[in-house]
């Protein structure tokens, strides 16, 4: 199972971990293990790539974990931009959760 805990300080989403596989099928074929890292890869291009934000990413393929964090000091415009991408990021894991409940779990700590 993949685990996809949101990391928050307040009404403030800081970043996120995901760890595991989902198991859902053989590497390679697993479509829930590629749904979450595509959409992944989609939020860090569009934070690190596009807006050009040093938001820190760490990835462990030894237990199939990834690291995501969001910079301080961001203006209030890039503030609401990655806001608005790591909550929609949140909509989508738990609407994956809930078609494949025993492959992905997403939870939520300050």
């Given at each position: ?39 992944i890869?989609?939020v ?10 040093a ?23 890039a ?32």
């Open positions: 199972m993949t685990t996809v805990t949101f990391r928050t300080e307040g009404e403030r989403i800081t970043g996120f971990d995901s760890q595991g596989h989902s198991g859902y099928a053989e590497e390679g074929s697993d479509i829930v293990c590629a749904a979450i890292t595509s959409a890869r989609l860090d291009a569009t934070i690190n790539d596009v807006l050009g934000l938001a820190s990413v760490k990835v462990r393929e030894s237990d199939a974990s990834i690291s995501f964090r969001l910079p301080g000091g961001l203006s209030p415009t503030e609401s931009t990655c806001q608005s991408l790591l909550t929609g990021l949140m909509v989508y894991f738990v609407q994956l959760r809930d078609e494949y409940p025993d492959n992905i779990e997403v939870l939520e700590e300050e």
